[in-house]
């Protein structure tokens, strides 16, 4: 069955670091990857998505992910953090069947002044 | 830019109540979904919903739950009989193409948190 792994429940970086969010993905065949982030009191936004092609895919607020089949990855980055990015971040792959999309746990982004 | 709405924003409930958490979808979307999320927890799929039936559920939507479009813009879940498990975010959100689509996209509405007591 497919599945979503977020390694990080929590992670803290200061204002103008880098950032790298780590997803495992578990999936028989090429699959369709997404990220969503998720600001307080706010529904889930896709930041971007994987569904063939190039494997370095960009995204909204200058984040990028780049697909790894060799190490069932999707990792999100974003090269200068802003204290507007603290949120929580979702990956999720396709679930197969009617379009449904399997989450990973969340990683919860806190951005230091 | 459209968006998805959902109403209430918080609901409480006592165990063994029904309760309807409504959605908006965009209005031109042709798929609909209900997500839930238990607090601490994943955000897990329930039920996707295309051309007035539903397309697939998952495990945890059993015969307490339902969904209906009972009109052109509305899309509700329906929990007949609350129990104190079902305590959780509630996420609807709409598509307007299927999976595999290049434009493929589930917008998400802002959620409403049901607390059961």
């Known amino acids: 069955a497919q599945s979503v792994t977020q390694p990080d429940i929590h992670i803290t970086v200061s204002e103008g670091a880098s950032l790298e969010l780590r997803c495992n993905y578990s999936y028989g065949a090429t699959p369709y990857l997404f990220w969503y982030v998720q600001s307080p009191g706010q529904g889930l936004q896709l930041l971007l998505k994987?569904?063939?092609?190039?494997?370095l895919v960009q995204g909204i607020k200058g984040f990028e992910a780049e697909f790894k089949r060799s190490q069932s990855s999707f990792n999100l980055r974003k090269p200068s953090v802003h204290w507007s990015d603290a949120a929580e971040y979702f990956c999720a792959v396709d679930g197969g069947g009617y379009n449904k999309l399997i989450f990973g746990a969340g990683t919860r982004l806190a951005v230091h002044p | 830019e459209p968006e998805v709405t959902q109403t209430p924003s918080h609901q409480v409930t006592q165990m063994g109540q029904e309760v309807i958490l409504r959605c908006v979808p965009i209005?031109?979307?042709?798929?609909f979904y209900w997500y839930r999320q238990i607090l601490g927890q994943k955000v897990e799929f329930l039920v996707s919903f295309y051309n007035n039936e539903i397309s697939e559920k998952s495990e945890i939507f059993d015969d307490q739950f339902s969904v209906e479009r009972p009109d052109g813009s509305n899309f509700t879940l329906k929990i007949r009989s609350t129990k104190l498990e079902d305590s959780a975010m509630y996420f609807c959100?709409?598509?307007?193409?299927?999976?595999?689509?290049?434009?493929?996209?589930?917008?998400f509405g802002p959620g409403t948190r049901l607390t059961v007591t």
């Open positions: 994987y569904f063939s092609g190039d494997t």
């Open positions: 209005s031109n979307h042709l798929y």
């Open positions: 959100a709409s598509s307007s193409s299927a999976l595999a689509v290049n434009s493929y996209e589930q917008y």
